[in-house]
C-alpha cells in the first residue's frame, strides 16, 4: 500500500481575528504553537477615548503575554488609531510582535506575507481601505511563491457572507496567481475554514461576545526550519 510520506519536521501556528478589545478573555484559551498570527480588528471604534500609544500599549502587553517564537499582526478597518501613521513607527510600538503591512517575512521556516487592506464600504470603521483600483494595485505586490498569506479582507465568496465583505480583486489575486496554501483571514464575522482549490482559508473572526475563535494548524516540512 502506497500512502503519503510521513514528514518529521512541524511549523505549528495559532490563528485568532476580529478581538475587538475582548482580548483578555483569549489569553488563558490559546494554545502555544510557533508562529501566532493576529489578522486584524484587534481593537473597537472606541479610537476617540484612547490616544494612539495607549491602545499600541494594550496591544503590545498582550502580544508580550503570549509564548510563541513569532507573533504577527495585521492590522483590520476597526484599527483607526493607525490611520495615517506608518509601519515604522506602529512597529517601534510593538516590539513584542512582527507588524506586517504588504510586507513578506519568513518566520520557522514559511514565506508568510501580510497585507490589511479592505473595500470601502461605507462603514464607520474605515481604517485601511481603498477604493476599487487603489485596492487592487496592493495585491498585485503580493508574491507568488509564499507559503501563509495573511489579510484582513476574505476573498470574495469564501466565508465572506456570501460576497457581502469579500474582495473581488483578492480573489482575483489569490485564485489566478498567488495561490498559497494556506490564507488566514478574519472581518466577516462568521469564522470557518474552507479547502478551496487545494488552498485552505480559514476566517477566524470571533462573534461578539461569544466564545474566540481559535485555529491551530499543523505545517509540515521535509528539512527542519531554519528559525
Request: proline fraction near 9%; charged fraction near 20%; charge should be negative.
Amino acid at each position: 500500500m502506497i500512502g503519503f510520506p510521513l514528514l518529521p519536521h512541524r511549523t505549528r501556528i495559532v490563528h485568532i481575528s476580529d478581538t475587538h478589545q475582548v482580548h483578555d478573555r483569549f489569553l488563558p484559551i490559546i494554545p502555544d504553537g510557533d508562529i501566532f498570527i493576529h489578522s486584524g480588528d484587534f481593537f473597537d471604534l472606541n479610537y476617540e477615548e484612547q490616544s494612539f500609544q495607549e491602545e499600541m500599549s494594550q496591544l503590545n502587553t498582550f502580544m508580550g503575554k503570549l509564548p510563541h517564537r513569532h507573533k504577527i499582526f495585521v492590522a483590520g478597518n476597526h484599527e483607526i488609531c493607525l490611520n495615517g501613521i506608518s509601519r515604522d513607527v506602529i512597529q517601534r510600538e510593538l516590539p513584542n510582535a512582527t507588524y506586517l503591512q504588504d510586507q513578506l517575512i519568513t518566520a520557522h521556516g514559511l514565506r508568510i506575507y501580510g497585507s490589511p487592506w479592505n473595500k470601502d464600504r461605507g462603514s464607520p470603521a474605515f481604517a485601511f481601505v481603498l477604493p476599487q483600483e487603489d485596492i487592487k494595485k496592493r495585491w498585485e505586490q503580493i508574491p507568488d511563491d509564499i507559503d501563509v498569506l495573511v489579510t484582513h479582507s476574505p476573498p470574495a465568496h469564501v466565508l465572506d457572507w456570501q460576497g457581502a465583505l469579500g474582495c473581488p480583486e483578492l480573489r482575483t489575486a489569490v485564485f489566478e496567481r498567488v495561490r498559497p496554501p494556506l490564507h488566514l483571514f478574519g472581518h466577516a464575522h462568521g469564522p470557518g475554514m474552507s479547502l478551496v482549490d487545494k488552498m485552505l482559508f480559514i476566517n477566524g473572526s470571533s462573534p461578539y461576545a461569544s466564545a474566540p475563535y481559535i485555529s491551530v494548524i499543523d505545517y509540515y516540512h521535509q528539512k527542519p526550519p531554519s528559525d
